[in-house]
């Protein structure tokens, strides 16, 4: 369980999204015509004017992890304070089995049953996941957003299926590529791929939710591959609300034993 608990944090396991629950439409701003094919700056303009505007969000869901040699079904509860922490608690049967506390500075997690602990920044984690991470990126994942600030980058764009394709033009052995939903500018799908150390992550996200406070997806599906493993994360999230009172507990019990990643 260790391997999955690890990738669901990463992945901001909670990452994201499965919701229900429709209330009032996110605005969206000179809606371009689907079959418009039009510079990768005005794509990124109109994805801009999807705003999430909220304090906390507290997220409730279904998860499944698969790889190469197990399967396991769990829940979860993701509790997020906009741009300061996330805190993802991880069930069995009711039973807490794991949680990770995310802040800009820290990633935190325990897990029960190796009775293990992990305490670092995202230089570690970012290692020896293979691709590069901060607090900002696995927030966005969880909303589905985009991993990156796109007004940052440049990027190259084409139109296909009602979708557009942003690929970064950077050069990098890092590739990103971004797909925005060609009608509301949502982000339908995004890969990072290291092609000379064979590793990509795919993140997939379907069936919008519109709320006052944000437009979210409902349903998640993150996918990692390596030159000798894959796994799958799916999410489908049971509630969400918006700006309640929320309480962000976590302390690692006594006994358990510290990963030091190298």
Known sequence: MKRSIVLLIVVCFTSLLTFVSCKSKAAVVDIIKPETHVKSSNVIENYSNNKTNFSTLNIKSNVQYADDKQTQNVTAEIKIKKDEQILV???????????????????????KINGSYFEGDF???SQWLGTDLDFNKIQNMLLGRAIDELKNGKYTESLADQTYRLDDASGNNTKKSFFLDADK?????????????????QVTYANEVFYKEATMPTSVIIKTFQKNSKSEINLDYNTISFNEELSFPYSVPNGYKRILIK
């Open 89 to 111: 608690s991880i069930r069995f049967l009711g039973i807490t089995m794991a949680k990770a506390l995310i802040t800009p500075t820290k990633v935190s997690y325990y897990e």
């Open 185 to 201: 500018f949502f982000v339908k799908k995004q890969e990072i791929t290291q092609t000379a150390e064979g590793r990509m992550i």
């Open 123 to 125: 230089s570690a984690l």
